[in-house]
């Protein structure tokens, strides 16, 4: 297959349950099956879930990569039954995640991976967070999730300034969970966007919670 020019894809979103970690991952696993070589990187090292949901928690992840406990191939993972796909988790939650995004080694190795792969997909924290705009620098695009019902006019306005500010590169909207007979309700019945969350809904900065997710998207890795 053709290898891309966007090789990096950073997800981020306003606000955490809005299905950033459920798109990056099933976006992976399809370029995978069509015979692209990705890596998927679960970079939200405050509440990371990755190595939970994929069950591999007990292995090395990023955060042992970067103090120099492990090797970068002792922290990939290849995903079973996915002949092209390999996978690194957060690992421990370190003392000074923003501190650890910025640093030489980040930049290597990253540069090592474009190398190696024909994508690099990459979850991390809501873009309210450091991180994600740490990360953004990395990426060849910023895929910014927003959610039908969740996510508020004000954070798309949010996230409409961080990217005039050059914060987020290349950023890319993307709206998930759009329901046609949902749509026709909120707009045709008058209840409107954003209805039933209030204002600052979810996010801050340093740690927020997740919202229950609704499907097993990690269901869709598990081989019938």
């Known amino acids: 297959a053709q290898k891309p020019e966007a090789k990096v894809l950073l997800f981020t979103s306003s606000a955490p349950g809005e299905g950033k970690t459920f798109t990056s991952m099933n976006l992976a696993a399809t370029l995978s099956i069509a015979g692209h070589k ?13 190595g939970r949901l994929l069950g591999i928690d007990h292995l090395p992840g990023f955060t042992q990569y970067m103090i120099g406990s492990n090797t970068l191939q ?15 988790h957060a690992g421990p939650i370190p003392p000074n995640p923003a501190e650890m995004l910025m640093t030489d080694k980040v930049n290597a190795l990253f540069e ?37 019902g969740r996510t508020l006019k004000e954070q798309v306005k949010h996230l409409e300034a961080l990217s005039a500010q050059g914060k987020l590169k290349h950023p890319y909207l993307v709206v998930n969970d759009v329901n046609s007979k949902r749509y026709n309700t909120y707009y045709g019945y008058g209840y409107g966007y954003g209805y039933g969350y209030g204002y600052g809904y979810g996010y801050g900065y340093g740690y927020y919670e997740e919202a229950t997710p609704t499907k097993k998207w990690y269901e869709f890795w598990k081989k019938q």
């Open 74 to 88: 002792q922290v990939t993972h290849r995903m079973p039954g996915y002949e092209h796909l390999d996978v690194i």
């Open 38 to 50: 990705v890596m998927v990187m679960g970079l939200d090292l405050r509440k990371p879930k990755f």
């Open 112 to 148: 090592t991976l474009r190398k190696e792969y024909d994508y690099i997909i990459v979850d991390t924290t809501p873009v309210l967070v450091a991180d994600a705009q740490i990360l953004s620098a990395q990426a060849d695009a910023t895929i910014l999730l927003c959610r039908i």
